[in-house]
């Protein structure tokens, strides 16, 4: 099976083509980063006006670095939410007129299922698993037991760690988007800093970051009025600290709890070395395989678009030619 992927949810213009849901055939990304750096964050118009100028470029690329043809390609899978709705219409329209004209089979996917699903394109999925959702708009762990389902078990209550990540990085005048500039520096940083952890109640598999994030704009705050010198590397690094100790503790425990045969790591933060680092020295020694994919396929992308689409399309799902965007769209 080779399924077309199309996402479009927010910053990325993105198409790929995956066969049988594991092997990537072609995977062409078009960033948006520069043009919304200045604004130092997505601006949604700007977002949707690139996503319908880069659409069909971006298509033509994915095709021919594919070396397929049209009669090759099974289905169309596209992000159907959730996102910017003007950015996510982009893709859902090209899908549906390519559905049409191509008279292709047309596969709703989640965005998040998207982000999850590019493990697949690294190793086989085993079941059960716990996959921790760490990205711009979401920190979810998510507990599957086959495939296509999606069980929340924990989401945060306030920012989402990108977000978090992002905001603390403005405060620190980095570029957008801070998290990659966060982790860098945080590498070169002290843990000096005490900063809270919101560990919620002793069951809870939630999140909340914003206390966190307040407490770290703070700080800043108190320095730069007594004219502190600002250690931002000790301050990337205390922060760092402070997510990571948090997300690494919750997803061990939910991962002992559910007794997964796997842990997973999606979205923009798996990027994250301090993440990384402290994830696998979590798992190695309680011996449940930890994979994270590759920093390319973290971010948005349409290869994992196309990996979870495979399996919708396998599983029988249709959308017909009203599917509309839907910038809310929940997992389940
Ligand atoms: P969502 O997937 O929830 O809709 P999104 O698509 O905007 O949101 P992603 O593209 O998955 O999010 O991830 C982008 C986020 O990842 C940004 O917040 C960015 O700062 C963060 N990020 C990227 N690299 C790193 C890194 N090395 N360390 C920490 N955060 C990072
Ligand atoms: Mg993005
Ligand atoms: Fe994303």
């Not at 999925?125 to 069980?151: D, I, R």
């Amino acid at each position: 099976t080779y399924i077309l992927g199309i996402e479009t949810s927010c910053d990325e213009t993105a198409v790929a083509i995956v066969r049988n849901g594991t092997e990537i055939v072609a995977n062409v990304v078009a960033s948006q980063i520069e043009s919304h750096k200045r604004f130092g964050g997505v601006v949604p118009e700007i977002a949707s006006r690139h996503h319908v100028e880069q659409i069909t470029v971006v298509l033509e690329d994915a095709m021919k670095q594919s070396e397929l043809n049209w009669e090759d390609i099974n289905a169309i899978a596209v992000t159907q939410g959730p996102g910017l709705v003007g950015a996510l219409l982009i893709g859902v329209s090209a899908a549906k007129a390519l559905a049409f004209a191509k008279q292709k089979p047309l596969v709703p996917v989640h965005h998040i299922a998207g982000h999850i699903y590019a493990n697949r394109l690294v190793q086989e999925l085993e079941f059960p698993l716990l996959a921790l959702v760490v990205s711009g708009g979401h920190t979810e762990l998510v507990l599957m037991k086959q495939h296509g389902q999606f069980e929340l078990i924990g989401e945060t209550r306030d920012d989402a760690a990108g977000e978090a990540y992002d905001k603390v990085a403005r405060m620190l005048d980095m570029p957008y988007p801070g998290g990659p500039h966060i982790d860098r520096q945080a590498a070169e940083g002290k843990i000096s800093i005490d900063f809270p952890r919101a560990w919620l109640e002793p069951d809870s598999f939630d999140f909340s970051f914003s206390g966190l994030k307040s407490a770290v704009i703070n700080t800043i705050h108190n320095a730069r009025q007594r004219g502190d010198r600002l250690e931002k590397a000790d301050i990337a690094a205390s922060f760092q600290e402070s997510v990571v100790d948090v997300l690494t503790a919750k997803t061990r425990r939910a991962a002992e709890l559910h007794q997964v045969k796997q842990v997973l790591v999606a979205g923009g933060v798996a990027a994250n070395r301090g993440l990384r680092t402290a994830l696998e020295k979590a798992f190695k020694p309680m011996g449940i395989p930890l994979l994270i994919p590759p920093v390319k396929l973290c971010t948005d992308n349409a290869a994992m678009i196309a990996a979870a689409g495979t399996i919708a399309y396998e599983q029988g799902r249709r959308a017909g030619l009203e599917l509309n965007a839907d910038p809310s769209l929940s997992l389940q």
